[in-house]
């Protein structure tokens, strides 16, 4: 599975408070929220967004304007989709199109619920994986369009547990393990195998919000043979341990 398809996941719009807001003039945007404008326009630090384009907020930003906008917060649920959200900007403009505003117009026009939900579901992943594919970001989402970083990223994405080492993982690109090393720390920020480590603890964060998995179990899927040296990772990762993290995880999932 593509790292960004997998982050994502985690982004949905189950009971966003789904509403149709006229603006006018100055308002403060704040949250992980989507806002596709039906008509008129908006503009958030320094970008306007017309009628057809959508609007994702992240932060406490001011925008300005005179316009019709369909909106919907989410919550962000679990370390691995907050991995997606802590390398997007505080607000980013996607284009649209006139027949984007006409669908918009019509989006929560019947109240909320499931439909609506997943209508903004499909929005905010077109929304961003367009910013994405435009501005490639920083650090792993950068790195996921290298020639040869990206094909290392996706296979830790899809097999965390698998015993990776330099050398496999330098023949998944298909280079020299010092050549992918010195790529890797330079694009993504650290080396391979610490990037792996940080991305295992980020799934069995998950993994460990589900109070029928055993601390062991979660270990053997995310790589390692014994919950002792898992729990050393996880606790140097995190700053706490996978027993404390059954509350925290859970509460945040």
């Given at each position: 599975?593509?790292?960004?398809?997998?982050?994502?996941?985690?982004?949905?719009?189950?009971?966003?408070?789904?509403?149709r807001v006229e603006m006018a003039g100055t308002r403060v945007l704040s949250g992980l929220t989507l806002y596709a404008v039906a008509s008129g326009e908006v503009t958030?630090?320094?970008?306007?967004?017309?009628?057809?384009?959508?609007?994702?907020?992240?932060e406490s930003v001011v925008a300005e304007g005179r316009a019709t906008v369909v909106s919907g917060t989410y919550e962000v649920k679990g370390a691995v989709a907050r991995?997606?959200?802590?390398?997007?900007?505080?607000?980013?403009?996607?284009?649209?199109?006139?027949?984007?505003?006409?669908?918009?117009?019509?989006?929560?026009?019947?109240?909320?619920?499931?439909?609506?939900?997943?209508?903004?579901?499909?929005?905010?992943?077109?929304?961003?994986?367009?910013?994405?594919?435009?501005?490639?970001?920083?650090?792993?989402?950068?790195?996921?369009?290298?020639?040869?970083?990206?094909?290392?990223?996706?296979?830790?994405?899809?097999?965390?547990?698998?015993?990776?080492?330099?050398?496999?993982?330098?023949?998944?690109?298909?280079?020299?393990?010092?050549?992918?090393?010195?790529?890797?720390?330079?694009?993504?920020?650290?080396?391979?195998?610490?990037?792996?480590?940080?991305?295992?603890m980020t799934v069995a964060a998950d993994l460990l919000a589900d109070p029928s998995r055993t601390v062991g179990a979660v270990a053997r899927q995310v790589g390692y043979?014994?919950?002792?040296?898992?729990?050393?990772?996880?606790?140097?990762?995190?700053?706490?341990?996978?027993?404390?993290?059954?509350?925290?995880?859970?509460?945040?999932?």
């Amino acid at each position: 599975m593509e790292p960004f398809d997998e982050l994502l996941r985690g982004v949905r719009a189950d009971g966003a408070g789904v509403r149709r807001v006229e603006m006018a003039g100055t308002r403060v945007l704040s949250g992980l929220t989507l806002y596709a404008v039906a008509s008129g326009e908006v503009t958030v630090l320094g970008e306007t967004a017309k009628a057809g384009d959508i609007v994702v907020v992240q932060e406490s930003v001011v925008a300005e304007g005179r316009a019709t906008v369909v909106s919907g917060t989410y919550e962000v649920k679990g370390a691995v989709a907050r991995r997606l959200t802590a390398v997007l900007p505080d607000a980013l403009v996607a284009p649209g199109t006139d027949d984007c505003a006409a669908f918009y117009a019509a989006v929560g026009t019947g109240g909320p619920g499931v439909v609506t939900d997943r209508l903004l579901d499909w929005l905010m992943v077109c929304a961003l994986r367009e910013w994405f594919d435009r501005e490639h970001g920083a650090g792993w989402l950068a790195a996921r369009a290298d020639e040869v970083v990206g094909p290392v990223l996706e296979a830790m994405h899809a097999q965390p547990g698998k015993a990776w080492t330099l050398a496999l993982l330098a023949k998944e690109a298909g280079v020299s393990r010092t050549t992918l090393a010195g790529r890797f720390a330079r694009l993504v920020g650290v080396p391979p195998l610490t990037y792996l480590t940080e991305w295992r603890m980020t799934v069995a964060a998950d993994l460990l919000a589900d109070p029928s998995r055993t601390v062991g179990a979660v270990a053997r899927q995310v790589g390692y043979a014994d919950a002792f040296g898992f729990s050393a990772a996880f606790k140097r990762v995190h700053g706490f341990s996978p027993s404390e993290c059954r509350s925290r995880c859970a509460a945040s999932a």
